[in-house]
DNA sequence: CTATAATTTCTGTAGTTACTGAAATATCGG
DNA sequence: CCGATATTTCAGTAACTACAGAAATTATAG
């Protein structure tokens, strides 16, 4: 378990959370029960405060969640338990902050090309294409999305085979 | 262009590039001609040898590649200009960096787990849970990343209608 | 082989982010 | 309303990363 949470920081930070955030969510994602915030912040050794900081943005994300104990007063934390809501929880973030604004900055930009006449034709060019290919994009995903997680997984069971329908 | 160059630089940052790096790619990506190092630095106002780093990283992603002219002992660059394979790339790199790492650490997990008498139950089956999970996902992509562009294409602006075919 | 141009490596510094511990605030039982 | 407990905010510090500029290395023309 250990080498669970330390191994889960250490790649929080590729997928963009700290390395302490990422850390709590390990802890809670093993934890068999809600933790409290003393616990968390005994158990990694991270100071308290942190803890409170960490949770947050965590509670933010809705990678974990708040419970309460009758007769105490102390905010326990469960963590998001279904590796497929992790995911999509994170993809959706990155999406939100990564895909997003860059797709309505080209927009922009397209919009304001099409009136310019000093900019080369071949960088208008580059920005039309990476606008159209990023739109494509996003409309795939956008369909995947809304899958139900039953056909999601079937189709992604199907693999090689799907190639063969579609590739009529 | 400036405004592109700027804003990409700001979205690298949230790639996982450093900002200058991708100014650099932002930049090479909308000239119709190869640059030399030189030409970059002083465009883009950094330091000479920032570039030559900074170069190195997208040679090494393949982002960018060296073109030499006759009768100029300087060395030119010239960026990945299509954007599915600029995206590709970043992907191939983020799940060689992100995913790989994770799943294989997961499997050592997994065999050290199955011998293993004091880890709770519902740890383990947290991290077993996750593992297919993982196992599931990263099939799926190998499987849609050999796919020829022309089949991911139709497959992407099928959207929906996939749903159906699948979910018989 | 030498002079020069091109590139890379290296070191100190600035800027950024993460963290701690203390202080402030909020919550609740009595 | 008071005291105790839980939580959050904040300011200073430590750790890290990106960068500039100088120094060193490599490559090339003559």
């Not at 994170?90 to 927009?107: A, H, M, Q, Y």
Request: proline share 3%; net charge neutral; glycine share 6%.
């Amino acid at each position: 378990m250990q080498r669970y949470v330390v191994h889960w920081g250490e790649m929080g930070t590729r997928w963009g959370l700290n390395r302490s955030v990422a850390q709590m969510h390990a802890l809670l994602y093993l934890s068999a029960e809600p933790l409290h915030a003393d616990e968390v912040a005994e158990t990694l050794g991270i100071a308290r405060s942190n803890v409170s900081v960490g949770l947050k943005e965590l509670l933010s994300w809705n990678l974990v969640q708040v419970t309460q104990t009758l007769g105490d007063r102390r905010d326990f934390f469960v963590a998001q338990r279904d590796p497929w809501e992790v995911v999509r929880i994170i993809v959706e973030g990155r999406k939100r902050r990564e895909l997003d604004p860059t797709i309505s900055f080209l927009k922009e930009c397209a919009a304001e090309l099409a009136l310019d006449r000093d900019t080369p034709a071949y960088a208008k060019d580059q920005i039309a294409g990476q606008l159209e290919f990023m739109e494509t994009l996003m409309g795939w995903y956008e369909s995947i999305r809304i899958l139900p997680r039953k056909t999601l997984l079937k189709m992604m069971r199907m693999g090689q085979r799907i190639a063969k329908i579609i590739g009529d």
